[in-house]
């Protein structure tokens, strides 16, 4: 046999390692497949610029797709221009040669080293054409020679990126020999690749579309939603600023009772310091949030022994609280030091408490456990309430700014929405994690992590 004066430079090729399929093994009328030194599938010919080529085609996300119309007709147009009757659009991935569309056939995939089309995207960067397969030493025992469809002619044009990366072939078989490739034939099938390389960019664009609509119909939502909340936390604002304005303005009409006694003035007067003590705190929590979220607040590290900062802060709540909740500190031993801001983290411990405290009832269990973990040198604190808990859809945002949870508002729980957002900035900005678990009508878990300083032994404590 003799190669086609059409025909291209023969295969070289690196072993591709697959196994022979035992539906493709076999004899031919030439004799065992396997002896035949022009055609084996476990060796084939690669780009040289097969790596950046197979990322230029998973890129384009397009492999392993539905069948589309638009791709089949280009299949039609390819076998019709032709007079063929099978035409393939073929993308070769790495270990295979996957069929995106096809006339004449059904879609396919075949092991890349019984790919013709391998061979094409390799030695060729124009139109391939093979008049005879029967004919040719590099085809001739291929199956689709050998077996049914018994295909003789053979014709592809690479679909080639614009960054000159072949993704696969369009090709047309016949089984009938040719004499040639019409000069006609050959400028349709290039036209045609074209065209696919066209619907491909298409396809990759309207992906794009869509995922950056879906992404700006997520932030439209989100921004809504945090408009639907700024104007609930100004409602819920208006109302925390109202109820002492209007205490503090009449305990002040009072004051201006000449027969009030001495002691009386004193004690109005002092209901007047706590409201007012009262609006200064919820104004400093928005100003503070806003300086956490833009950068602008320092953060002074200093190594602290939180078990001793916590159990002098339940030691407060615990003189202040008229509910009398029982809270109860619980610390490893030997727990480190850790390095952190002082006074930030005791904001955030005071805000996670009196959460826990707002949201149980009177007289609610309330326990702090702190523990570190050798493994992740981090150190954990965790604040469990049995109070009315958290559903599952607020998990994800109540760190976030302006957040209230339906189980708040039902209960007529008021608040600024603030609180956690604050701990999420204070505690993320020492490099640390916070979370929430929690169940409905069970209770929450809140918990923070932090990194551990210069392990120093700690005498645990306990309330």
């Known amino acids: 046999m003799t190669n086609n004066a059409n025909q291209k430079a023969g295969q070289g090729g690196q072993s591709s390692g697959e196994e022979l399929p035992k539906s493709i093994v076999g004899s031919s009328p030439h004799g065992p497949a396997d002896t035949q030194p022009a055609w084996n599938p476990r060796s084939y010919p690669v780009p040289a610029n097969e790596d950046a080529r197979i990322a230029a085609l998973l890129e384009y996300g397009i492999l392993d797709t539905p069948e589309d119309p638009a791709f089949n007709d280009l299949a039609r147009i390819a076998a019709t221009l032709c007079g063929a009757p099978v035409a393939l659009i073929n993308l070769v991935d790495r270990d295979r040669q996957w ?42 025992e291929h199956p689709i020679v050998t077996r049914s469809p018994h295909m003789r002619f053979y014709a592809a044009a690479p679909v080639v990126t614009e960054d000159g990366y072949a993704l696969g072939t369009v090709c047309v078989f016949g089984s009938e020999a040719r004499a040639s490739l019409e000069p006609d034939h050959a400028d349709a099938l290039r036209a045609v690749a074209r ?27 989100r921004l809504q939603d945090v408009s639907r909340r700024k104007t609930e936390i100004i409602s819920d604002v208006s109302h925390e600023f109202r109820t002492p304005l209007t205490t503090i303005l009449g305990y002040a009409e009072l004051i201006r009772d000449e027969t009030l006694e001495p002691a009386e003035i004193h004690e109005f007067a002092g209901d007047i310091v706590r409201d007012v003590e009262r609006l200064t705190r919820m104004m400093e929590n928005v100003l503070d949030l806003e300086r956490l979220e833009a950068g602008a607040s320092r953060i002074n590290i200093a190594t602290i022994d939180l078990v001793d900062l916590i159990s002098k802060e339940v030691t407060r709540w615990k003189s202040d609280d008229d509910t009398k909740h029982q809270i109860t500190v619980v610390a490893d031993h030997g727990l480190p030091t850790v390095s952190a801001d002082h ?3 005791l904001q955030v411990v005071s805000n996670l408490l009196g959460n826990a405290v707002k949201y149980s009832p009177d007289g609610g269990e309330i326990t702090i456990s702190l523990t570190a973990d050798p493994g992740t040198s981090e150190f954990r604190v965790e604040v469990q309430d049995h109070g009315i808990g958290i559903g599952p859809d607020s998990h994800g945002r109540i760190f976030e700014r302006f957040a209230r949870t339906a189980e708040a508002i039902r209960h007529g729980i008021r608040g600024t929405g603030l609180g956690l957002a604050i701990c999420r900035q204070i505690i993320e900005g020492h490099g ?31 309330e």
């Open 99 to 140: 069929t995106k569309a096809s006339f004449g056939m059904a879609r396919r995939t075949v092991p890349r080293g019984y790919s013709i089309c391998t061979r094409v995207i390799a030695q060729s960067d124009d139109v391939f054409a093979v008049t005879d397969l029967a004919a040719d030493d590099r085809f001739a």
């Open 343 to 345: 006074d930030r983290i």
């Open 195 to 221: 065209q696919i390389m066209a619907l491909i960019e298409l396809r990759r664009e309207r992906t794009a579309l869509n995922e950056a609509n879906s992404r700006l119909e997520a932030v439209v939502d």
């Open 432 to 462: 640390g994690r916070i979370g929430v678990e929690s169940k409905i009508g069970e209770g929450s878990t809140f918990w923070f992590t932090l990194p551990t300083g210069p392990a120093r032994p700690i005498k645990p404590k306990s």
